[in-house]
């Protein structure tokens, strides 16, 4: 149907741990046909977030690992561009798990539409998507924060970290946020509207975590894990609530830190101090989702809620950009732009 | 207004790791004498628990600590020797924090009366008390038992791990019980009606506790920590619960156990298989306290819960049997008969 031809990224290797660009393969195949019951996606967006990290290793996570030999999995924001579906028609642009490739095809299932007049159409990676949705039920649902706390949440200019932080503070929180530099943390401050920011790259985390937070920390967000964790674990109050979202620090680790096993104070924290710890996805909160996006919506409308886009061009730089976005490197939610943005808001 | 002298239990120095004998001391003063607004208590029963450990260290807990020299706190069910309290005459029976020692003052604050129509009066420190009434608070609020799904519990032949599987049996679990020794074990198996019973001395704990919960594990109520924690963790179901109770294997512990640092496993398991662990202690739950006792009378009257008690003779022993207690070498929930038992139930 046409003369393009289909560029891919494949899964080449499973990483030990940091991946580097040889676990990745750019290929070309030839654009697909949709059958009966299929249409083809033109990917506009991919989203690049951590979780696929879990997705290249061997081991069981929330979902199945992606084959070694297979297209990387991804979430994307696409155009399409024919279609035997009665619901979709060509134009149409729709939030899809079309992967790291420029076309796919799909049978419409765990698609959606979206409506461009609801802001730019990337955002629908973002923060009117999985990490904004992610924010927001964490929060609410397990961190469920009140007027007055404190909550604390790295990667604080990150997609997840920083819409939990702005509604900690549209529900009337103290928020400190943990970011990596200078410029983040001054953005998070001044853009986000943070009380705080520290950078996490400076010394003496422990001590000026604990100035930042004179009341204790009632709501810790985790989403990183590792060195951030230790310091946060000694400030919590009683009956502080702990939302595990991700634990970035981890990903790439190959072996375990070296002791004292500290398991035994982390349990003693939360036996002594009534803590709650719940690890939860999104998905588990998927009825909220129309409750989610309304509200949010709203917020953004408001100025309530920004967001930042970190949007880097061309799907043979995703490799490169995941390994960055692992190490701290993006600015903002990560985006690849695969093709062009037909609604041509940037 | 009395010849007789009070016999107490002090704590005389704090211990490093396990406590021994010479960390206690006993005394003997006046018995005193009522005030105004207050009543005089005699000791007869005195429950031993594992918390108190906690207690003799300086450093905080859930309370603060008991001072060096000062008498050792415990729960206690005691006679009204005297009283110039309106609702307490001469003979009435009371549980109270009367602590370690013969004969206490109370002014009445925290003091419940106890009828002994409702059983063994002993069984206010126990099935019927604060053992009970956690099991029963923390398998409830946060293991949140549904028909089918697989409870694991060390400590199982103690107080508080007998009385939480039997009430998941009674809520349709299959309940699987870890217990140090053989003879702990079968009386958990027949007496009490767990599906399985372990025993911890025995080799390969996980391998055994994997092969006893075909299931996987939905919830771990823990009150132990260390290995049982390890075993159970790999073994945890999506969405398990695990109310955090007590973690007797740590108590003594006077550093931590060597490396690696397990967290980053501890967090992963809660993040992907997302998992609640909440630590509470009973008293957190403390406007349930009428319905425990209501619904677990019934329990005990229809012979669904029952309770072996380890009843030591003579205040003299307590230290020694304290000592014993955080190695697991009681037998049922541990009491001292401090003075004799006026309803002579035994």
Redesign the interface.
Known sequence: MTAERNRQVLLASRPQGEPTPDDFRLVESGVPEPGPGQMLLRTVYLSLDPYMR?RMNAG???APPVEVGAVMEGGTVCEVVASNLPDYGRGDLVLANAGWQEFALSDGDGVRAIDPAHGPISYALGVLGMPGFTAYTGLLNIGRPKPGETLVVAAASGAVGSVVGQIAKIKGCRVVGIAGGERKCRHVEEELGFDVCLDHRRPDLPGRLEAACPGGIDIYF?NV??AV?EAVLPLLNRFARVP????IA?YN?A???????????????????????????VW?FADQFDAFRSEMGGWLREGRVKSREDITEGLEDAPRELIGLLKGENFGKKIIRVGPDPTQHR
Chains 1, 2 share one sequence.
């Open positions: 879990g069981p996570s929330y985790e894990g590792g964790f595990v979202c991700g634990l981890h680790a072996e375990l830190p070296e002791g004292p096993n500290r398991v035994p104070l982390a349990m003693q924290a939360i036996l002594v101090k009534r803590l709650t710890f719940r690890g939860f996805i588990d």
